[in-house]
Nanobody, 121 residues
Framework: VQLQASGGGLVQAGDSLRLSCAAS????????MGWYRRAPGKQRELVTT???????GYADSVKGRFTISRDNEKNTVYLQMNSLKPEDTAVYYC????????????????WGQGTEVTVSS
């Protein structure tokens, strides 16, 4: 399974960006998908997740500004980021929790390559 993220860039505070992450490869089911980020000099943090039935969760720092969604037919997750702040500057990584086989309870984690978001003040 491979995850390909895109959509990062350089924007000004208050602007919006939309990140996308497409999963490819043979799987039985993609369970939870999510976005993490790593800001310069900081540890990676979980930003938001979405289950296969659309249940979402957000870190307090992005709640009300970011929206995660997914297209299960396309195996793609999106992150709409509005009202961006300089503290949102980070490399954003998508993550997928995958069940590769219908007969196994084993779940594997896969990561995208990261897409950089820079918000200037």
């Amino acid at each position: 399974v491979q995850l390909q993220a895109s959509g990062g860039g350089l924007v000004q505070a208050g602007d919006s960006l939309r990140l996308s992450c497409a999963a490819s490869g043979t799987t039985f089911r993609i369970n939870i998908m999510g976005w993490y980020r790593r800001a310069p000099g900081k540890q990676r943090e979980l930003v938001t997740t979405i289950t296969s039935d659309g249940t979402t969760g957000y870190a307090d720092s992005v709640k009300g500004r970011f929206t995660i969604s997914r297209d299960n037919e396309k195996n793609t997750v999106y992150l709409q980021m509005n009202s961006l702040k300089p503290e949102d500057t980070a490399v954003y990584y998508c993550n997928a929790d995958v069940s590769r086989y219908s007969w196994s309870y084993v779940r594997n984690q896969y990561w995208g390559q990261g897409t950089e978001v820079t918000v200037s003040s």
